[in-house]
């Protein structure tokens, strides 16, 4: 059984122009369908605008999509949701976002902010036992229990990040959505964190919902890749599949932008459009240096390259097959 199942999500906000403009639809997401095997992570990748956090958000409950289902094995989160599968997901999907300073109470200490998550959702926890499962919080993080004491100010960004997992780690969760988790960490510190998740992942098995603007962090933690273009899903298949055998012009792109010096893959020029007026036809079209007539005009239809990769192209880039 998968940790999820998303099913032709979609996502519009209504947007007024002006005072008297009538409001237009802005489509954040559309008809976004995705697995995440049990105990994997799965990577959606895409610049700022893409739609990932708007899939987050409806993953974690914080935001209900226009259409289509979130299944967490037999859970079903859709326009009808029990309330006892809201409060399971309250306690089993959680969050680690990505700026560590900015999601903790400068206020409070430590150990404070990585058990309250616990005295929220659970009570009758005798004081030893807080504290017993606090150090084995931080311990598991790789912080000394001392730092239970500290205040999020006296820490360097990457233990901020740490203490961020430890409090995503409390409820014992079962599926961690790390939305940017190391971008606004030193370089010499994003690798430390990421092999930090990598192996709580292999101890706890927790299932990752991972994203990110750079395919490199993606392909470093990730089983499956999804690629995101204006809410469209332009690619998707294994890590193999998506590093190793890039068919959409936009994977390329963004291989070369996290590897400039990796052969055979080039930049794009230009930024993405507004999702208020996403391009007809194909709606990389406007950016992709490979675009055709049909392009403009067509929306490009998926197809399946093999049993795990799937592309939304009409000219799919497929001599590496």
């Known amino acids: 059984m998968n940790a999820l199942d998303v099913s032709n999500i979609g996502r519009a906000f209504p947007v007024r122009g002006g005072l008297f403009a009538s409001s237009k639809m802005l489509r954040a997401v559309e008809d976004a369908s995705f697995v995440l095997p049990r105990g994997g992570t799965f990577g959606l990748v895409g610049e700022s605008g893409s739609g990932k956090s708007t ?72 004081r030893d036992a807080l504290h017993k499962r ?78 990110s603007h750079d395919l490199a962090v993606v392909a470093f933690m990730s089983s499956h890749i999804g690629v995101l273009y204006l809410g469209r899903f332009m690619e998707q298949g294994t890590r193999d599949d998506i590093v ?8 390329h792109a963004l291989i070369a932008a996290s590897e400039p010096d990796a052969p055979d ?4 020029s230009g930024e993405i459009p507004s999702p208020l007026a996403p391009p007809a036809g194909c709606v990389f079209h406007t950016r992709c240096p490979a675009a055709r007539d049909v392009c403009r005009v067509d929306t490009p239809p998926e197809q399946r390259l093999s049993a795990t990769h799937r592309v939304t192209c009409h000219f799919p880039i497929t001599s590496k097959a």
């Open 55 to 126: 899939l987050a958000k409806i993953i974690l409950g914080a935001d209900e999509p226009t259409r289509g289902e979130v299944r967490f094995g037999e859970r079903v989160f859709g326009k009808t949701t029990r309330d006892a599968d809201r409060r399971w997901r309250q306690r089993a999907v959680q969050a680690v976002l990505q700026d560590p300073f900015g999601s903790l109470d400068p206020q409070m200490n430590i150990g404070d902010i990585v058990l309250e998550p616990l005295r929220i959702q659970k009570s009758g926890f005798a």
């Open 134 to 211: 606090l150090d084995e919080l931080l311990a598991q993080v790789g912080l000394p229990a001392e730092f239970k004491r500290r205040r999020p100010g006296e820490l360097s960004g990457g233990q901020r990040q740490r203490v961020a997992i430890a409090r995503a780690l409390v409820l014992e969760p079962e599926i961690l959505v790390l939305d940017e988790p190391v971008s606004a960490l030193d370089v010499s510190i994003q690798a430390q964190v990421l092999n930090l998740l990598k192996d709580l992942q292999d101890t706890l098995g927790l299932s990752y919902l991972l994203i």
């Open 244 to 251: 190793e055998r890039a068919a959409h012009p936009y994977t």
């Open 265 to 268: 893959v080039h930049a794009i």
